[in-house]
């Protein structure tokens, strides 16, 4: 059973910083990648980054320069740092694992709130 736990969400102003967490059961090295999603109120999820085991970095084109990625595999954890934050930000940030077989877990999400 995969578990992804999220944290590290909260209400920040308009360019602040935030880091979010997601701490794995087990070993992230089973995944094929890992990243983050968000949903909006009213909108449809979407990904923001992804990182593959090899290391290469996807992001979606409303947060490059300002999301990065990243992982500590001996604390099976990845993180989203997020900078310069706007309000059309504010989501719902979720985990999420990708393995060999192509099942993609989710876990329960952490709320951002951005205010202006």
């Known amino acids: 059973q995969v578990q992804l736990v999220e944290s590290g969400g909260g209400l920040v102003q308009a360019g602040g910083s935030l880091r979010l967490s997601c701490a794995a059961s087990g070993s992230i090295f089973r995944f094929n990648a890992m990243g983050w999603g968000r949903q909006a109120p009213g909108k449809q999820r979407e990904l923001v980054a992804t990182e593959t085991s090899g290391g290469s970095t996807v992001y979606a084109d409303s947060v490059k320069g300002r999301f990065t990625i990243s992982r500590d595999n001996a604390k099976n954890t990845v993180y989203l740092q997020i900078n310069s934050l706007k309000p059309e930000d504010t989501a719902v940030y979720y985990c999420?694992?990708?393995?060999?077989?192509?099942?993609?877990?989710w876990g329960k999400g952490t709320l951002v709130t951005v205010s202006s």
């Open positions: 999420n694992a990708e393995d060999y077989s192509g099942m993609r877990y």
